[in-house]
Structures are given as structure tokens and as C-alpha cells.
């Protein structure tokens, strides 16, 4: 939808106008839907995490903090983002890099996700953006060895690049399940995210899988967006929900739900566009497998095309 900028004498048709216009646009994109892709054809094969859960043996994980930032890829000449989106960075903040693929997060500090998203955006690099930008390098997609084995290789490949603005990761042990919910209590006090762990003798798979688990106050996860669903009574004329799809799972397509709460009047009007992925928190799943108490967080930016 574009903005319209017209009058408050005009108002009331342009109700009539974006209630006529979303019905259309859920009608079309529910149709069109199924042939939407999932992910870029480009997008990089990275190792994803699922979510941490009782039970696991806390002895065979390393722990790090999670950054908030926007995931990429290092593929030895260019960074890409997770969906295959080329990042226009300055030429010096890439200077020097080895032909060695590293995943990793371009993080602009704690509690600044949004000006993050919004450097690594731009076609156009902003130096002066840049310089606030750094990139947290977790792994090593094309190492043979186990995790074990790549955290040394790791550290050092980053040390022979020596640039402040590139940074390994911090890996290390919690002895409890306790201890693990002490150190994310802290780190979500600071304005952290939350935690990762990541298996030992696990070797780097582009899937997901609970080598790699995500560990946070709330569980949230993403979907991608299939359709706009038009409000009704005080959303009359705006966005009332968007119909999102889960990610495939077991070999079966994706579950779809309406996630209908969290949004702000302003995201309302002028919602995520289909086909881009959103985050949403939510407590648990019902019988059939869908989100209980599901709310929008923010759309996965950095999983979209670059805008100028």
C-alpha cells in the first residue's frame, strides 16, 4: 500500500477505498500464495537454531551470548544476508578478509536491532553507519571439523584479520541447567537477547536441528507472511490480521494461523508486505501444532529485498 496524503474531508472514502483494495489484495494473495518461494534461490545453506527445551545434556553444548543483529555470511568475496541479499558494505570494512566462508552477525550493540537493519540496508553504504558495525563471527560453514574442533581455527583466522569491527564469539561451559537461567537473566538485564548453544561434536549443517538452540525469557519464532486479512468494526479499512505460514515441518507443509495482536496503528495501515517474514512470541503450541497467544514482534528486515 502507498500513503495517502489527502485531506480530512476525504477520509471516509479512503475507508471505503483500503477496505475495498485489502479484500482484493487477500483474495489475489491467497491464490498466489502457494507459489511463493520460501527463500531466495541464492539464499546461503546456514545452520539454523531451534529452540532450547528441558532434557538436552547441558555438558555437550557450548554457550554465547545471542546478538541481536542481522544474520551474514561471508562466502570468501562478498556478505550476503540470510535470505541471499547482497550487503553493500564499505569497501574497508571488508578489506583484507580471507576466501574463508564465515557466518556471523552484524551487530550495532545491545538494544539496537533497528539500527542495525537499517546500515545493512541501504544500497548505498553509510561510512559513517558502518563504523558502529560489527561482526560477531560465530562459525565456520566450511570446516570439516566439529564445533569443537573450528572454535580454536575460528579465533584464529580472526586474529590474522585484526580488525576491532570483527570479533569471534565468546564460547564457554555452564555447569547447570541453574546456572544457565542465571547467566540469561543477567544477560537479558543488560539488554541482551538471550543465549545460543551449540553442540560440541556437532558439524555445520545448513538445516535446522538442536545442534544449534536458542535460549530466551519467551519462545518466538517466524512465518512468513501469505496474505493481509481486512479488519473489521474499530479496524475497519486497515489490516486486522496477516495470514502467516509456519515453516515446513516433518517432510509436511507448513501449518498456517491469523496473527491478529501486537500490531501498532501505523503497521495497521500500512502492513508487512506478503511474502516477507515476520518474528512473533507466543506460549506454546495447541493440539493441532498452532502458536498459543501468538503477537507480532517485527518484520524480519533483513530477510527482504534492499531498499535504496
Keep these: ?34 507459489s511463493l518461494p520460501a ?4 539464499s546461503p545453506a546456514l ?32 556478505l550476503l544476508t540470510r535470505g541471499g541479499e547482497r550487503i553493500v558494505a564499505p569497501g574497508w570494512f571488508t ?16 538494544g539496537q536491532f533497528s539500527k542495525a537493519v537499517s546500515t545493512v540496508r541501504q544500497q548505498a553504504a553509510d561510512d559513517a553507519a558502518w563504523r558502529a558495525m560489527r561482526f560477531m563471527v560465530f562459525d565456520l560453514p566450511a570446516h570439516p571439523g566439529v564445533f569443537t574442533q573450528r572454535i580454536p581455527v575460528l579465533s584464529g583466522l580472526v586474529s590474522r584479520i585484526d580488525q576491532p569491527w570483527v570479533q569471534a564469539v565468546t564460547q564457554f561451559h555452564v555447569a547447570s541447567h541453574a546456572e544457565l537461567q542465571r547467566l540469561l537473566a543477567k544477560t537479558v538485564k543488560l539488554g541482551g537477547e538471550g543465549l545460543m548453544l551449540h553442540r560440541g561434536a556437532s558439524l555445520y549443517k545448513g538445516l535446522r536441528s538442536d545442534d544449534l538452540l536458542k535460549v530466551k525469557t519467551h519462545e518466538d519464532t517466524e512465518a512468513r507472511v501469505v496474505a493481509h486479512v481486512p479488519g473489521k468494526g474499530k479496524y ?12 515446513d515441518a516433518a517432510g509436511k507443509p507448513g501449518q498456517r494461523f491469523k496473527l491478529g495482536t501486537g500490531f501498532s496503528d501505523e503497521q ?26 501468538a503477537s507480532f514482534m517485527r518484520v524480519r528486515e533483513d530477510m527482504v529485498p534492499a531498499r535504496p
Design 236 to 247: 475497519e479499512g486497515v489490516m486486522g490480521a496477516l495470514l502467516v505460514e509456519m515453516p
Design 47 to 78: 545452520m539454523l537454531a531451534n529452540v532450547y527445551h528441558p532434557g538436552i545434556v547441558l555438558q555437550d553444548y557450548w554457550v554465547s551470548e545471542k546478538y541481536d543483529g542481522v544474520r551474514a555470511f561471508w562466502d570468501g568475496e562478498k
Design 1 to 34: 500500500m502507498t500513503k495517502n496524503h489527502c485531506s480530512s474531508e476525504r477520509r471516509p472514502l479512503r475507508t471505503v477505498f483500503a477496505s475495498h483494495t485489502l479484500s482484493c489484495l487477500f483474495m489475489l494473495a491467497s491464490l498466489l500464495a502457494p
Design 39 to 42: 527463500a531466495a534461490a541464492g
Design 268 to 293: 495497521r495501515r500500512y502492513p508487512p508486505p506478503v511474502g516477507s517474514t515476520v518474528t512473533y512470541r507466543y506460549r506454546g503450541l495447541n493440539d493441532s501444532g498452532i502458536p498459543r497467544f
Design 95 to 110: 578489506a583484507g578478509w580471507p576466501s574463508e566462508p564465515m557466518d556471523g552477525e552484524l551487530w550495532a550493540g545491545r
